[in-house]
């Protein structure tokens, strides 16, 4: 029997808490300063995935040069703390 929409969203949210709980439980053991530096890089990674959803919907030349520009900066500040 094929489950419903609502049981797979639940379960995605259960396996992201699952991640999240995993991801949190092997931060403890990092001190604060590479904690910091791992927040950010996460930070980084969705402003980075925000831009891109922006930038493809972006229609004006001006818009989209200032996103481009938003996308080096994120990737540049990427690179510098990876």
Do not use: C, Y
């Not at 493809?56 to 996308?71: C, D, G, K, S, Y």
Request: proline share 2%; charged share 35%.
């Amino acid at each position: 029997m094929a489950r419903g929409w609502e049981s797979k969203a639940v379960e995605a949210q259960i396996e992201e808490a699952s991640e999240r709980a995993q991801k949190e439980s092997a931060m403890g053991d990092l001190s604060p300063e590479m904690r910091a530096r791992l927040d950010r890089l996460e930070s980084l990674r969705l402003s980075r995935a925000r831009t891109l959803a922006q930038l493809e919907r972006a229609t004006r030349p001006a818009h989209r040069a200032m996103l481009q520009r938003t996308l080096q900066a994120i990737e540049a500040e990427m690179d510098e703390l990876s």
